[in-house]
């Protein structure tokens, strides 16, 4: 499970244009630009390469996560198996046994057949 360190709050201000604030930080883009091209200033430049490097130490630590998890041994792993097998055999087993008896039951009640 990950874990986000950043509160992510969304304040809608009108139908049109909520603010996104991410740890006290506004992210406040417009839907649309009608402006033509894209014109970033030095600010928006900073935050898209800012936000590049949280994507990239995002996907480090996910690795450095991944390199900490305890992954099971061969033996362990055949023996879950095998007990996921037998619950499976045991549920199925049990469940066909039941609706076998209502079927039954059924038949007496609404047919009247014995």
Same mark, same amino acid.
Request: cysteine-free.
């Given at each position: 499970? /990950?874990? #986000?360190?950043?509160?992510?709050?969304?304040? @809608?201000?009108?139908?049109?244009?909520? @603010?996104?604030?991410?740890? *006290?930080?506004?992210?406040?883009?417009?839907?649309?630009?009608?402006? *033509?091209?894209?014109? /970033?200033?030095?600010? +928006?430049?900073?935050?898209? +390469?800012?936000?590049?490097?949280?994507?990239?130490?995002?996907? %480090?630590?996910?690795?450095? !996560?991944?390199?900490? &998890? !305890?992954?099971?041994?061969?033996?362990?792993?055949?023996? %879950? #198996? &095998?007990? &996921?097998?037998?619950?499976?055999? #045991?549920?199925?087993? /049990?469940?066909?046994?039941?609706? *076998?008896?209502?079927?039954?039951?059924?038949?007496? /009640?609404? !047919? *009247?057949? %014995?």
């Amino acid at each position: 499970m /990950l874990a #986000f360190s950043q509160n992510i709050t969304w304040i @809608k201000t009108n139908a049109f244009s909520p @603010k996104i604030i991410i740890a *006290g930080k506004n992210y406040n883009r417009p839907y649309h630009s009608f402006g *033509g091209g894209k014109n /970033l200033s030095s600010k +928006e430049k900073n935050e898209s +390469e800012s936000q590049e490097k949280s994507i990239l130490a995002f996907f %480090q630590e996910v690795k450095d !996560e991944i390199k900490m &998890v !305890e992954w099971p041994t061969i033996d362990r792993l055949s023996k %879950q #198996f &095998v007990i &996921v097998v037998i619950s499976l055999v #045991f549920s199925s087993i /049990l469940i066909f046994s039941v609706d *076998g008896l209502f079927a039954t039951m059924s038949k007496y /009640l609404f !047919e *009247g057949k %014995q």
